[in-house]
């Protein structure tokens, strides 16, 4: 089945501790898209990627890094200069067509304490 | 930046009953996408209307989009407790960008 993999599904971190999260597909899509989302909030963009070794900071990059050397992987790193870090992380993909939908991951709840 | 903004943010109904849930976004759009989270989980997409379409329709969810008044609407017609999530519209934040922005959403309960 293709689809979209994050892990881990839950993830707890000392403060001052730089995190990765993972997210890989196999669905072959060229964009993929890291999201922010605080309880009772909307989603807020990280990240992107169009294609491979090419990313655009979101709306909310400071304190965040990606890297992008596989079509399939896009891994998101928190960093300890990320100020509020406990959150849920969303992963999605889609084709580089603005008529495509987003394909996303079932996320990473991310602590810091 | 917020591009969409749901309304209302949450909503209560019998099942069997209609929902609607309506959202206004702020820039033109090319299209505007509905999604359903279902708690703890990713979301998932429903439907999406193109700039120059008016309505439509996918099993039970009738979407509408009026372009004059950057606003569209979400109906979910002889709602099933299933149907219970959150529900975001989205957009791109204007033309050329790759930036797909959500509202905040509505919580729709639906009670058996």
């Known amino acids: 089945d293709g689809g979209i993999t994050q892990s881990p599904k839950y993830l707890f971190r000392k403060e001052g501790q730089n995190v990765t999260l993972s997210c890989e597909q196999n669905?072959?899509?060229?964009?993929m898209y890291w999201y922010r989302q605080d309880p009772g909030q909307g989603l807020r963009l990280i990240y992107y990627s169009q294609i491979v070794n090419d990313f655009q900071k979101g709306d909310i990059a400071e304190g965040y890094s990606v890297s992008r050397e596989k079509k399939e992987s896009f891994p998101l790193t928190v960093t300890s200069a990320q100020k509020n870090p406990t959150a849920f992380y969303l992963c999605?993909?889609?084709?580089?067509?603005?008529?495509?939908?987003?394909?996303f991951g079932n996320g990473t709840r991310l602590t810091v304490t | 930046s917020q591009q969409g903004e749901e309304d209302p943010q949450a909503l209560s109904i019998q099942e069997g009953e209609n929902a609607t849930m309506n959202c206004s976004y702020k820039?033109?759009?090319?299209?505007l996408q509905w999604y359903r989270q279902n708690s703890g989980r990713g979301l998932v997409h429903l439907i999406l209307i193109r700039s120059n379409e008016r309505e439509k329709h996918s099993g039970r969810l009738r979407v509408t989009l009026d372009t004059s008044k950057k606003s569209s609407s979400l109906l979910i017609t002889a709602s099933r407790a299933a149907d219970t999530a959150s529900y975001f519209c989205?957009?791109?934040?204007?033309?050329?960008?790759?930036?797909?922005?959500f509202g905040k959403g509505t919580k729709l309960s639906v009670i058996p």
């Open positions: 989205a957009s791109y934040s204007g033309a050329g960008s790759y930036q797909l922005t």
């Open positions: 669905l072959n899509h060229d964009a």
């Open positions: 999605a993909s889609s084709l580089r067509n603005p008529n495509s939908p987003l394909h």
């Open positions: 820039t033109s759009i090319n299209n």
